[in-house]
Every structure is written in structure tokens, then in C-alpha cells.
């Protein structure tokens, strides 16, 4: 079993940045891909990015310019991502999933291991 916990979120105004936080526990982190995923009200959950066991990122296309920077401490059994120029569109509830080793993924149905979530929410 695998215990996932996001933090980091909250209120921030256009333009501004945040950096999200999972740490995970009951089990070998190193393992695991991890990555982070956000769902809006009404809208399918989407891909953010990836970072495999092997160190490999990936990034949706439609954020990397912004979401660049996802990292992983697995002393720490923690991860983290860093969020640019934030638009009200990235307004959403953002989670950390855990998956297969290897170079990771940006499919959902890859990761089995799913966190509760951190809301963030993007207004002026």
C-alpha cells in the first residue's frame, strides 16, 4: 500500500507561482513513477507531468512552457513541481499519482496509487 499526501496549493493571483509537494509513504519510493495530474470542476482529469524511477520528465505540451520543473528527492520519498504564470485556466484540484517503474508516463491509467489532492486556485 501506498500512501500519498499533496501539498502546496492555494490562492494565488495571474502570474504568480507555486510549488506543489507529495511525499509518499508505505513503501520503496524509488520504485515508483511518479507524476502529477490536475482535474477543473466539470472537466476529465489531465496529465501534468512525469518523472520516472529512472529520472526521465515528461511535460503535457500544453504547460511545459510554464510547468517546467518536476523533481523528485527520493531520499525524502518526496516529489514536487513548479508552477509559472499561472492562469485562472490552471484552476483545479492538482494530484500526485504513483506508478510502475521505469521512464513514467503522462496516461492515468498507468499509475495506480493516487493522493487526495491539493486545490489550486488562480484569481485576481
Known amino acids: 500500500q501506498v500512501l500519498l499526501v499533496e501539498s502546496g496549493g492555494g490562492s494565488v493571483q495571474p502570474g504568480g507561482s507555486l510549488r506543489l509537494a507529495c511525499t509518499c509513504s508505505?513503501?520503496?519510493?524509488?520504485?515508483?513513477?511518479i507524476a502529477w495530474f490536475r482535474q477543473a470542476p466539470g472537466k476529465g482529469r489531465e496529465a501534468v507531468a512525469s518523472?520516472?524511477?529512472?529520472?526521465?520528465?515528461?511535460y503535457a505540451d500544453s504547460m511545459k512552457d510554464r510547468f517546467t520543473s518536476i523533481s523528485r528527492d527520493n531520499a525524502k520519498n518526496s516529489l514536487s513541481l513548479l508552477m509559472n504564470n499561472l492562469r485562472p485556466d490552471d484552476s483545479a484540484m492538482y494530484y500526485c499519482?504513483?506508478?510502475?517503474?521505469?521512464?513514467?508516463?503522462?496516461?492515468?491509467?498507468?499509475?495506480?496509487?493516487w493522493g487526495q489532492g491539493t486545490q489550486v486556485t488562480v484569481s485576481s
Open positions: 499519482a504513483a506508478g510502475p517503474s521505469g521512464r513514467g508516463s503522462l496516461r492515468e491509467d498507468w499509475f495506480k496509487y
Open positions: 508505505g513503501d520503496i519510493y524509488r520504485r515508483y513513477s
Open positions: 518523472i520516472g524511477s529512472n529520472g526521465i520528465t515528461s
